[in-house]
């Protein structure tokens, strides 16, 4: 998680989505934690990382954001 986090910190689209994916994921030790994976990997989206793209949707299709998630922004 180290490196993943500096390069994140150096705006590295795949280091942001690799955070996020772990936190969604559960890997690299990392314990789950849905919001806060939303917000790396739309941040990683964002610099058009094409895995990352995909997550953020799951993760409001399968309303795992609580109120926050929505279908129509799954889609």
Same mark, same amino acid.
């Given at each position: %998680?180290?490196?993943l %986090?500096? $390069?994140?910190? =150096? *705006?590295? !689209?795949? #280091?942001l $989505?690799?955070? +996020? /994916? @772990?936190? %969604?994921?559960?890997?690299q030790?990392?314990?789950?934690? *849905? !919001?806060? /994976? $939303?917000?790396?990997?739309e &941040? @990683? @989206? /964002? =610099?058009?990382?094409s895995? !990352? %793209?995909?997550?953020?949707?799951?993760?409001?299709?399968e &309303?795992?954001? +609580?109120?926050?998630s $929505?279908? *129509?922004? #799954?889609?």
């Amino acid at each position: %998680m180290y490196l993943l %986090m500096k $390069s994140a910190e =150096k *705006d590295c !689209a795949l #280091g942001l $989505s690799e955070i +996020g /994916a @772990a936190l %969604m994921y559960c890997y690299q030790n990392v314990e789950q934690n *849905d !919001a806060l /994976a $939303s917000y790396w990997l739309e &941040h @990683a @989206a /964002a =610099k058009s990382e094409s895995l !990352a %793209m995909l997550s953020p949707g799951r993760l409001h299709v399968e &309303h795992r954001l +609580g109120e926050q998630s $929505s279908l *129509d922004t #799954g889609k």
